[in-house]
């Protein structure tokens, strides 16, 4: 059996996906979508991924 690799969502990838379930607004959104992983991300207890994230959403 083939594991599959996790990628991070991006608001790209995020926006395809809405747009393929039919939202009203994929893109607003997606936006507020990727506000939230940031802040949650931001806020991780792994000091490694809240640095790597702590440049993002300036």
């Known amino acids: ?29 997606a936006k507020q979508y990727m506000i939230g992983y940031t802040a949650e991300k931001k806020g991780s207890v792994n000091s490694k991924t809240v640095k790597k994230w702590s440049k993002k959403d300036k």
């Open 1 to 29: 059996m083939k594991k599959k690799t996790k990628t991070e969502p991006t608001l790209k990838s995020m926006t395809a996906l809405y747009k393929k379930r039919g939202f009203k607004r994929p893109a607003a959104h």
